[in-house]
């Protein structure tokens, strides 16, 4: 199990390569245990899909006019979430161990997954208290959503990064990726969504 001082490291590891530091790699611990152990920082993600939850129920709540039929619950919505992020979770790095060594880039997969996973963690840290101002009224649905809009774009630049950084991959490759994992992510969400709470 993952410490919480190694996460503590880890996110500000995640931050270091944001800032583009060239020895960001200093915060990780990169060893094969490691690799194996940073698939349980998935523990920590659980309790932020909670307010996650909250927040979609009602963004979906206020939005009940544009949607046909009832609006799902709040514990629906948890279930779809809790599934979509277990399924993820390991899709995206088993994608890429097979995928990274057809681009020349499969010495450095170990690396990228470890810091991938942890940089979950702190991309979930700053796109959470977005939710909790919007639960808390500070910010109306159209600004959360805005600002959703805003953190998922830098998301994605970020997930560049990585793949740019810390997986060594050239820009087409690194574009590919993020592709990859933007589009495993809409599948995945939307067949378990389906699944789960059907058509909106």
Do not use: C, H, K
Not at 26 to 38: E, G
Request: proline share 6%; no cysteine; glycine share 6%.
């Amino acid at each position: 199990m993952p410490s919480l001082p190694e996460a503590l490291r880890a996110i500000e590891g995640s931050v270091a390569i944001a800032r583009r530091d060239p020895d960001a790699s200093r915060f990780f611990d990169l060893s094969a245990d490691a690799f194996w152990r940073s698939f349980a920082v998935v523990i920590f993600l659980v309790p932020l899909y909670f307010i996650v939850s909250a927040a979609e129920t009602r963004m979906l709540f206020e939005m009940r006019d544009q949607i046909t039929g009832t609006p799902p619950g709040y514990w629906d919505l948890l279930i779809s979430n809790l599934a979509t992020l277990g399924i993820e979770w390991f899709a995206y790095p088993i994608a890429i161990l097979f995928i990274a060594p057809l681009f020349s880039v499969g010495q450095r997969v170990s690396p990228y997954i470890i810091v991938y996973n942890w940089s979950s963690l702190a991309i979930s840290l700053v796109m959470v208290p977005n939710f909790v101002l919007y639960l808390i009224g500070v910010f109306p649905i159209a600004m959360a959503v805005l600002v959703n809009f805003g953190l998922v774009l830098a998301v994605v630049w970020y997930r560049f990064l990585l793949a740019r950084e810390v997986l060594g991959a050239p820009i087409g490759t690194a574009i590919g990726f993020v592709a990859l994992d933007v589009v495993l992510s809409l599948f995945i969400s939307s067949a378990i969504e389906y699944a789960v709470i059907g058509p909106l």
